[in-house]
């Protein structure tokens, strides 16, 4: 490109800019009037909590919108011009008029007319099939998934997406905060439909408690995904959806919350929307302290050692924060782009003494202590970039998105060890981990006829994990400290997924149907240091590389009949791969516990799991039901074998094996009953039986076999009371029923959750208090058997928590979509802010 051509593409785009820039000073310019009215119906009566959109017929950044008050009557400020006016009202027809607006001045009342039917329902046409719930219902039930509004869960106002997990249908959370669905842990999170820096890397509960509830519009329960979804996550998909702007003008709310354990939170959601530009700003921070307890004793039967026990109280103090900006611009009625930028930052301190108790055959007893004081931080970078366009009118589109995500932990811990109040060493571990990705999505969808639709789609999914693991000690208080070969070590891992996938829909009467296939290339390269088992503390310098590549096609088929209205049967099937997280595959211990060390296995392998699905969906105005019966068959599943050190008989290292298989069976029922206008009920109850059949072998050594049957329960129960229309009281109860097969037996666990809301200030405020774990009963107890040994173990996660937040709601433009919601101003108790943007 010569210098006269870049000088006249310079000019063209300074000239394009400076028309844009002049327009937009333009139309903030004018002189705007102030202009009011009244909605009322057909009777004359006024319409509160109307929508009223003024859209300018030459320039959109003109336009604007209101909400009537209790008597009707809006007031906003418009430039002179053309103008369409469209009000929209719950259980009232959607009504448009042109009006010439010239002066300021009232242009009078406008009428609308209600509608035939007043059953204010609304449908959702997923997958192929339409199903329609009652709006009210705090979930509804599509083809290939359900729905959950966490606006119902007054208990987790002011917590955050692993309070809000607790209560979702389907889903069960441990003490130790493990997500499972169905009785699995294999769960894959997505943070709208993608992989997300907010989720961290292998941070576990610490992610989930990062995100605020207050942040959160609904979750998606994935429990048999079909071809669009990725393959991962045997168990299912929990899609986390933020919530999104949908109002013109400036709006934003503002939640705070104290509690104790100490807590104290703020987060804002912040939005301006003005002609074909949306922007948004979601932020917050806050600061918990948390405490768990943990304790086991071990009875030997053979060997020196008769019994070893051990307490701790671990003490934490953690600060998160988070900031999502970004924006979304129409380029045109059919075109719109969107950029948005996130950063998250959580860090932890721990205080956690350990106690030790080893009593030998002959008697003696040593008493030993292990204190460790450690610090954890981590921070998360993500951009997104996204193009949607619409080719006509009729349904068909593309999306495309590119996401750069980046995340940093670092762990240190400094460990002093006493024996018989003796100084016996000092350890200092340090683990550093770097993750980066991208994530590459474009998605097509042709509708074919008037009850068909084409969907095809590709992914790029690419991740690089570096991780830095280093140990030292000093076994007197003299002497220098010493490397421990054994905990120390460079490992890098990286995975590359390529997924292409197409699936086809068709409705045919009251027979629905959706067939898909889609492929995964996996390519895995992991590299780590080798150490010889016979000296694991020499370094060897030796450095070992491993590759592992999958090529595996997943079908789905979704099957669906409408008996009669609001009345289906649902049938379906899907393949599904559960990849080893990266850590499971990095054979470097920590020695934070060296009584309890975890330490991953180079040769583990994904899991196969093929997933059969039989429900029923029955939706009446007081009365849902949703029972579903669910068969999976597991290949090469993953089980953790406890391994006893020989060389220290009191302690145990911890790694995953693929061993033999698995079969689960299972009916997951969900329903809600609404007794009366003031009283909601909503329960799940998950019954399922297992069967696992295998045998571990190392080395040609038999270890020990997984063989076993058993059945569980899962069950949850919330009763909603409405004692006015701005005060409402939730109580739930949560069961989580025993488990056992050949090496270990879960003992059983329930407790209860209590939330309360007051709306105040006309609507704009709401004010939340709950107490989780009323009854202090949540904690895990478990016992393992190992070939000469019983292990008997106890923890709780957190004990009773109390806290009480306050929402305030501010400039709220309505909808321009506007969705249908209860008149009664409780209808926003749940904080219903719809603020933020796409991630």
């Known amino acids: 490109m010569n210098q006269t051509e870049i000088i006249n593409l310079f000019t063209k785009k300074t000239l394009g800019l400076t028309f844009v820039l002049s327009a937009a000073a333009f139309a903030f310019g004018q002189e705007k009037a102030a202009i009011s009215g009244t909605i009322v119906s057909k009777n004359n009566q006024p319409v509160p909590y109307a929508s009223v959109t003024f859209s300018n017929k030459e320039n959109k950044l003109l336009s604007d919108a209101a909400l009537t008050d209790e008597k009707g ?36 009342a406008l009428s609308i007319e209600p509608e035939k039917s007043a ?64 009785g699995s842990s294999n769960v894959r999170f997505l943070i709208n439909g993608k992989p997300s820096a907010l989720l961290g890397i292998d941070d576990g509960a610490n992610a989930l408690q990062a995100i605020p509830a207050d942040q959160i519009d ?73 405490k768990n307890k943990n304790r086991s004793t071990t009875n030997y039967t053979s060997g020196d050692l008769l019994s070893a026990y051990q307490n701790s109280e671990n003490k934490t103090k953690s600060n998160n924060y988070n900031a999502t900006a970004g924006v979304v611009y129409d380029i045109s009625p059919k075109t719109s782009i969107n950029l948005s930028g996130t950063i998250r930052t959580f ?75 003796i100084f016996s060493s000092f350890t200092n571990t340090k683990v550093k981990t770097l993750n980066k990705s991208l994530v590459g999505k474009l998605d097509y969808e042709l509708p074919i006829g008037e009850h068909s639709t ?26 220098p400290p010493t490397v421990m070969g054994r ?69 789905s088929i979704f099957l669906s009949y409408d008996i009669a209205k609001n009345n289906q049967i649902l049938l379906n099937y899907s393949r599904r791969i559960d990849r080893p997280r990266s850590f499971f595959m990095i054979p470097i211990p920590s020695p934070s516990d060296v009584r309890n060390l975890f330490q991953g296995n180079p040769d583990l392998n994904p899991s196969y799991i093929d997933s059969f699905e039989l429900g029923y969906n029955l939706s009446k105005s007081k009365v849902t039901i949703n029972p579903t019966l669910y068969y999976r068959k597991e290949k090469d599943n993953v089980q953790f074998a406890i391994i006893q050190n020989l060389a220290d008989p009191g302690s145990f290292t911890s790694t995953p094996f693929n061993v033999g298989s698995e079969d689960r069976y299972g009916l997951d029922l969900n329903g809600t ?5 003031w009283w909601k009920i909503m329960g799940n109850v998950d019954l399922f039986g297992y069967k696992t059949k295998g045998d571990l072998f190392i080395d040609g050594n038999f270890i020990q076999s997984y063989d076993g049957t058993g059945f569980s329960s899962r069950a949850r129960l919330a009763n909603t009371f409405k004692l006015d229309k701005t005060f409402s009281i939730q109580v739930q109860g949560n069961f989580r029923g025993a488990q056992k097969n050949a090496s270990q037996e879960t003992k059983s666990i329930y407790f209860f959750n209590l939330g309360a809301t007051k709306t105040i200030w006309k609507g704009n405020g709401t004010i939340a208090f709950n107490i989780q774990d009323i009854f202090n009963t949540r904690a895990r107890q478990v016992t393992n058997f190992g070939p000469n040994y019983t292990r008997e173990m106890y923890m709780q996660w957190q004990p009773r928590q109390f806290s009480l937040s306050l929402t305030y709601r501010f400039k709220q433009g309505e909808k321009v979509e506007q969705q249908k919601r209860k008149k009664d101003i409780n209808s926003n108790a749940g904080g219903d802010d719809d603020q933020g943007g796409p991630m």
């Open 347 to 421: 860090d932890n301190t721990n205080d956690n003494p350990i106690n030790y108790i080893d009593t030998n055959r002959n008697g003696s007893s040593v008493f030993s202590t292990r204190n460790s004081i450690g610090a954890n931080t981590n921070t998360g970078m993500q951009g997104d970039f996204g193009i949607d366009h619409k080719f006509d009118d009729k349904g068909q589109n593309i999306s495309l998105s590119v996401s750069l995500q980046r995340n940093q932990s670092n762990n240190n811990s400094d460990i002093t060890a006493t024996t018989n109040d």
């Open 487 to 555: 905990f120390t070590g460079l490992s890098n891992y990286t995975e590359t997924f390529n997924a292409f996938y197409a699936q086809f829909k068709s409705k045919m009467g009251a027979f629905s149907y959706q067939v898909g296939l889609r492929n995964e290339i996996s390519n895995i390269n992991f590299s780590y240091p080798y150490r010889n088992p016979q000296t694991p503390d020499v370094n060897t310098d030796v450095i070992l590389n491993k590759k592992k590549n999958y090529n595996n096609l997943f079908p």
């Open 218 to 290: 609904r979750i998606e329960v994935i429990t048999n995904p079909s071809a669009k979804y990725d393959a991962s996550g045997t168990a299912g998909i929990l899609n986390i959806i933020l919530k999104k702007n949908n109002k013109l003008g400036f709006n934003g709310s503002v939640i705070g919350t104290l509690g104790y354990l100490p807590k104290t939170n703020l987060n804002v959601n912040l939005s301006w929307k003005k002609g074909n530009w949306n922007w948004f700003l979601n932020g917050g921070g806050g600061y918990q302290e948390g």
């Open 119 to 182: 059953t204010n329902l609304k449908t959702g046409d997923i997958q192929g099939v339409t199903i329609t719930v009652q709006a009210t219902k705090p979930y509804k039930v599509e083809l290939d998934k359900k729905t959950y509004d966490v606006k119902s869960d007054l208990t987790s106002i002011g917590g955050n997406l692993q309070d809000v997990l607790q209560n979702v249908p389907s889903v069960s959370v441990d003490p130790d905060g493990t997500v499972s669905m169905r």
């Open 454 to 479: 084409f969907n095809a789609g590709y992914k790029l999914d690419h991740n690089d994990n570096d991780y830095d693991y280093f140990a030292q000690n000093q076994l007197s208080q003299t002497q």
């Open 673 to 677: 009953y609404d007794p009366f206008a």
């Open 73 to 108: 009557q809006y007031k906003l400020d418009l430039a002179p011009g053309n103008y369409d006016i469209t009000v929209e009202a719950i259980d009232y027809k959607k009504s448009v008029v042109n009006k010439q607006i010239a002066a300021a001045g009232n242009i009078g």
